[in-house]
C-alpha cells in the first residue's frame, strides 16, 4: 500500500517536472493521446455503423 502511494507521488511530480521543462513536446505527446482515442472512436463508430446496416 505505502509503495503505490510513493510511486503515485513519483509520477505525479515526473510528469510536473515534465510539463515545467519542456512544454512543447508535453503538449504533443497529449495531441497524441487525444487523437488516439478520437481515431478509435471513429473506429468503433465506423463498426457498429457496419453492423447495424
Given at each position: 500500500?505505502q509503495v503505490?502511494?510513493v510511486l503515485t507521488y513519483?509520477?505525479?511530480a515526473f510528469?510536473?517536472?515534465?510539463?515545467?521543462?519542456?512544454?512543447?513536446q508535453?503538449?504533443?505527446?497529449v495531441?497524441?493521446?487525444?487523437d488516439?482515442?478520437l481515431q478509435?472512436?471513429?473506429?468503433?463508430?465506423?463498426?457498429f455503423?457496419?453492423?447495424?446496416?
Amino acid at each position: 500500500m505505502q509503495v503505490k502511494k510513493v510511486l503515485t507521488y513519483v509520477a505525479v511530480a515526473f510528469v510536473v517536472f515534465y510539463l515545467f521543462t519542456q512544454p512543447a513536446q508535453a503538449a504533443a505527446a497529449v495531441n497524441g493521446v487525444f487523437d488516439g482515442i478520437l481515431q478509435g472512436a471513429n473506429q468503433l463508430a465506423v463498426f457498429f455503423t457496419n453492423v447495424l446496416t
